[in-house]
C-alpha cells in the first residue's frame, strides 16, 4: 500500500507540474491573438511603402497601451531587433514574470510577410507551440 501511495503521489506531481506549464503557455498565447490587428497594420504599412514601420503611430494604431488584458500589459512596433518588430509585453500574473517580452519579427518574402515567433526573457518551456 505504501508503494503504491508512493506511486501514486508521483504521478500526482508529473500531472501538476504538466497542468502548470500548459497554463503558463496559454496565458502567453493570449498575446498573440491579441497581435492580429497590428500584425495587418505591419502588412498594410508594408505594402504601402516597402519598408516596416518603427512604432505603433508609424503604423496608424492605437499606442501600445491600448492593447492589453489579463496577462499582456501593452504591445508595441519597435525598430530592434528589426523595423517592424511586434514586441508583447506580459505582467507578472499566471506564471509569467514582469516585464516578460514575446516578440513577432516579420521578414517579407514574395508578396507576404513571415513572421518570426522568439523570446529573450521567456523560458522554452513558455513559448506557444507556434515559437518552438
Known amino acids: 500500500m505504501l508503494i503504491t501511495l508512493s506511486i501514486m503521489l508521483v504521478m500526482m506531481t508529473l500531472a501538476i507540474t504538466t497542468y502548470s506549464h500548459y497554463s503558463q503557455r496559454a496565458n502567453v498565447s493570449t498575446g498573440l491573438t491579441l497581435t492580429s490587428a497590428i500584425r495587418l497594420a505591419v502588412h498594410e504599412y508594408f505594402t504601402r511603402t516597402s519598408?516596416?514601420?518603427?512604432?505603433?503611430?508609424?503604423?496608424?494604431?492605437?499606442?501600445?497601451?491600448?492593447?492589453t488584458d489579463t496577462y499582456v500589459r501593452s504591445i508595441s512596433i519597435r525598430a530592434t531587433p528589426s523595423p517592424g518588430t511586434i514586441a508583447i509585453a506580459y505582467k507578472g500574473k499566471g506564471g509569467i514574470s514582469e516585464g516578460d517580452t514575446l516578440l513577432l519579427v516579420p521578414t517579407a518574402s514574395a508578396n507576404?510577410?513571415?513572421w518570426k515567433c522568439t523570446s529573450f526573457t521567456l523560458l522554452g518551456k513558455l513559448l506557444p507551440a507556434s515559437c518552438r
Open 51 to 67: 519598408r516596416f514601420p518603427e512604432s505603433n503611430v508609424a503604423a496608424g494604431i492605437s499606442p501600445p497601451e491600448a492593447y
Open 112 to 114: 507576404s510577410i513571415r
